[in-house]
């Protein structure tokens, strides 16, 4: 898909990689539906309208990711959409109607959205690593891991992991709703993501990385997650 003339959306578009998104689809000559909740917010869009391009090509739309519809006037019109905005709650009195409803709610509603709209080409969806690294199998060295090794939901929720579960189940949701609906459906899990920052606030990861340096925080606590460098994240403007 070109540049050319094509207008895409990105959901929680003042986000780490959602922002990056923005600026690498403003590069190649797209036009962006950018989605957040307050557009006169500066510090959520201020970086966002300092972009090359954002003046002509760059629309700021208010919305509600729990909110059923919010997203059909905008994604109507769109080729692509690349869905990155999630609530990230790791606790919670309760864990299913707080975390868990939230997660799966959210992306139905933008997936919903899109089955109404013929000439969207394409879904993104940014998952997490978090829906595939927690299913309390061991990882033996004969082990495969493929596109069918997900997080159990069972395990996620028995070891209190709520926001694991929730993810799970979010991208559960997503590929039973794209196969029923005929939506082509990217999914990608990245897990930590470091690298320039856009935004003037720091990131939950970068958060991390400046945790370790001050000692508040020991690298041997993070020897689940996977880290991944900003700039490898620009493969998914190419999907598209």
């Not at 006037?73 to 009195?93: L, N, Q, R, Y």
């Not at 939950?204 to 508040?216: M, R, V």
């Amino acid at each position: 898909m070109s540049g050319a003339e094509k207008v895409v959306c990105v959901t929680g578009a003042s986000g780490y990689v959602a922002s990056w998104l923005v600026k690498l689809l403003l590069q190649r000559g797209y036009t962006v539906k950018a989605t957040v909740r307050d557009p006169n917010d500066p510090k959520k869009t201020q970086h966002l309208l300092a972009l090359d391009g954002a003046k002509e090509r760059l629309h700021l739309l208010k919305a509600e990711l729990l909110e059923e519809g919010c997203f059909d006037s905008i994604v109507d019109g769109c080729h692509g959409v690349f869905h990155t905005a999630s609530p990230v709650i790791f606790s919670a009195a309760d864990p299913q109607a707080e975390i868990i409803d939230p997660a799966i709610k959210g992306t139905l509603n933008v997936l919903k959205s899109c089955a109404k709209v013929p000439s969207i080409k394409r879904v993104v969806m940014t998952a997490s690593v978090a829906s595939v690294l927690y299913n309390g199998k061991p990882l033996t060295p004969d082990v495969v891991v493929d596109e069918t090794w997900f997080s159990d939901a069972r395990f996620c929720k028995e070891n209190k992991l709520w926001y694991m579960a929730s993810k799970t189940l979010a991208e559960e949701a997503a590929w039973r709703f794209a196969e029923d609906n005929m939506i082509n459906l990217v999914v990608l899990n990245p897990g930590f993501v470091i690298g320039p920052l856009l935004q003037p606030a720091l990131n939950s990861t970068s958060d991390i990385i400046l945790a370790l340096t001050k000692g508040l925080l020991m690298f041997e606590m993070l020897h689940m997650h996977i880290f991944k460098h900003l700039r490898s994240l620009q493969l998914l403007a190419d999907i598209a």
